[in-house]
């Protein structure tokens, strides 16, 4: 009774509906179990290679670590939260919050594996929080739908059979025409096929969702064709996705294909479920401008993340930098200008430049300087 009573409360008081809240929920524990994941997989990770051969150099000792397999546990149970999410809220409310996870990422590392977490990091987090609530309030109410039949009907009404068609045919022109010549060069490519097959993807796991929801309520879907072409579709989908966002990971860096890949797919699947279910339709231009604000405050959060992750990342990764065999052994050029960067961008400077510069620092830290320093010695 009293359960009831304030889910009452809860509705009258924001304006959702029951199960936008029931979506909501969903969708902000999918991203709590998501973002832990990562930390826990990292730890087992972590673990396995101290005892046996790192993962990031082939070896697969992570799969005897308890601790890796509980991550991965608890990203399937987030990924099934996700799922269930959608068939109660609309996509424009769930997929948004996918940024949620990032943040819960970022609070542990530094919280359980120390990691550093940069002023501005903290900013994007907040930026995040300030976009997601925004989007919550004024998304816009969940469509009543009685059977998937009704979900068929609205996937082949010529809007959104148009925006399928032109989907199909640009992802089709990038994998045979681009990816071939500038998959290892352009990011947008394999990005792109990702991004273009996910708003598909979520617009179909959205049909199955209301199908198993409706299923369970005692109003059986599994006996109409069309949800098992749903199932179909989610799988193609799916596993088309997964094979190109493995080759823009493998290729580029994760710090830059993660934000371009969660702003090409959020936008496209806003679009997707726009035009399919409508959701516009049931709204005022001032709550669709608002939802759009608050969109851009999530990218500009999550940009803002992941470039600081970026930033910290290089400065640690300066320290192991390796000279190349034909520098001098000082590694510096003539007249104390630099050659040339090196990889994370330390200029090398000229053994005839100021006197005393150090050369590297010793294995205890202790800075070893130039034989031609005014004592004649390695002075510390």
């Not at 009774?1 to 809240?21: C, E, F, K, P, Q």
Request: proline share 5%; hydrophobic share 50%.
């Amino acid at each position: 009774m009293g359960g009831a009573r304030l889910g009452h409360w809860v509705v009258s008081y924001t304006g959702m509906s029951a199960d936008n809240i029931k979506g909501l929920l969903l969708a902000v524990s999918s991203s709590l179990f998501i973002g832990a994941s990562f930390i826990v997989k990292k730890k087992g990770l972590k673990k396995a290679g101290a005892s046996g051969v790192r993962a990031g150099v082939g070896g697969y000792s992570y799969l005897l670590e308890p601790l890796w397999w509980i991550g991965m546990i608890t990203m399937v149970v987030g990924e099934i939260a996700n799922f269930a999410a959608y068939a109660f809220a609309p996509a424009i409310l769930v997929t948004p919050l996918g940024a949620l996870s990032i943040i819960i990422s970022a609070v542990l590392a530094r919280i359980i594996l120390r990691e550093k977490l940069h002023i501005f990091g903290v900013l994007g987090c907040i930026l995040c929080v300030v976009g997601s609530t925004t989007i919550v309030l004024h998304a816009p109410q969940e469509r009543e739908i009685e059977s998937v039949a009704e979900v068929w009907n609205l996937a082949t009404e010529p809007a959104f059979l148009v925006y399928a068609a032109v989907v199909l045919a640009a992802a089709f022109v990038l994998i045979f025409h681009y990816v071939p010549k500038y998959g290892q060069t352009h990011i947008m490519v394999y990005i792109g096929v990702c991004s273009l097959f996910g708003s598909l993807s979520v617009m179909s796991v959205k049909a199955l969702g209301i199908a198993l929801k409706l299923t369970f309520s005692g109003m059986n879907q599994l006996v109409y064709p069309q949800t098992w072409v749903f199932v179909l579709v989610v799988v193609a989908c799916i596993v088309t996705q997964m094979n190109y966002l493995n080759k823009a990971l493998d290729t580029f860096n994760t710090a830059v294909v993660s934000p371009i890949y969660y702003t090409m797919f959020t936008s496209l699947t806003i679009l997707a479920s726009v035009i399919m279910f409508k959701d516009w339709d049931r709204q005022n231009p001032t709550q669709i401008v608002t939802e759009m604000c608050g969109f851009v405050t999530i990218l500009s959060g999550t940009f803002l993340l992941h470039k600081t992750k970026d930033m910290v990342d290089g400065l640690q990764q300066c320290l192991p930098i390796r000279i190349p065999k034909h520098a001098d052994e000082d590694a510096y050029g003539s007249e104390g200008i630099p050659l040339r960067s090196a990889a994370e961008g330390i200029p090398l400077r000229s053994p005839r430049s100021t006197e005393g510069i150090p050369l590297r620092s010793a294995p205890d830290g202790i800075p070893l300087r130039s034989q031609r320093s005014s004592t004649g010695s390695l002075n510390p």
